[in-house]
């Protein structure tokens, strides 16, 4: 079946890193995805990663796909006070893609 | 340029009664997802429309029901509204079904 799965909080002091995880079980998945979502806000693509790919550096963003394990995380480098939300992971399943989000990590920066 | 957008941002209703939500996609984008985000939960996939045809829908009662026009936006419409269709409607766009999806800032949904 599809489903997605994150732990549920992440506490981090200001300047550190944050490391993000996130298991999947659908491995035809063409790209797997990290969305940020503020409070009462819609979902903004952070990144997404090809599915033959093993890592991806987007400024103080770095992901790392383990397809073996079918295991994914996001890096946030000098993590800040505005990256507090909550980030979903998710992959693309099926002929059409639909999106499978995780429940999302609550990422909490303490100044 | 002009992200997704979704109208209206907030709307309450009464059970049973229905409700029309809008999207307008990333200009250029052919294709529209519809998902919903009930607080506390991750989103759950809709409707895929697709160059105005539907190319696959979630496990949602037939009370959920959708179409896409020429210019690409879309609407998604609920009938005889439950309590528990009250949540955070999100509509994405994309390129094509294969290429990553933008989302717009959602309708917040509240019956009452």
């Known amino acids: 079946g599809e489903d997605v799965e994150q732990s549920l909080f992440l506490s981090v002091r200001e300047g550190d890193s944050s490391v993000i995880n996130c298991t999947y079980t659908?491995?035809?998945?063409?790209?797997l995805y990290w969305y940020k979502q503020e409070p009462g806000a819609g979902l903004q693509l952070l990144t997404y990663?090809?599915?033959?790919?093993d890592m991806k550096q987007d400024q103080r963003l770095t992901v790392l796909l383990n397809k073996k394990d079918k295991h994914l995380s996001l890096r946030i480098a000098d993590t800040q006070t505005g990256d507090s939300a909550i980030y979903f992971c998710?992959?693309?399943?099926?002929?059409?893609?639909?999106?499978?989000f995780g429940t999302g990590t609550l990422l909490a920066v303490q100044p | 340029d002009a992200g997704v957008t979704q109208s209206p941002t907030h709307l309450i209703k009464t059970r049973g009664q229905h409700v029309t939500l809008r999207c307008s996609p990333i200009?250029?984008?052919?294709?529209v997802s519809w998902y919903q985000q009930v607080l506390g939960q991750g989103p759950q996939f809709i409707f895929q429309?697709?160059?105005?045809?539907?190319?696959g829908r979630g496990n949602f009662p037939d009370r959920f029901s959708a179409r896409q026009f020429p210019n690409y936006s879309s609407e998604l419409n609920v009938n005889a509204l439950l309590l528990g269709d009250s949540a955070l409607y999100l509509c994405?766009?994309?390129?094509?079904?294969?290429?990553?999806?933008?989302f717009g800032d959602g309708t917040r949904l509240s019956i009452l």
């Open positions: 994405a766009s994309s390129l094509d079904p294969d290429q990553p999806q933008h």
């Open positions: 659908d491995s035809s998945s063409t790209y």
């Open positions: 990663i090809f599915s033959n790919m």
């Open positions: 998710a992959e693309s399943a099926g002929a059409t893609n639909k999106l499978i």
């Open positions: 200009s250029g984008h052919k294709s």
């Open positions: 429309y697709y160059e105005k045809e539907e190319r």
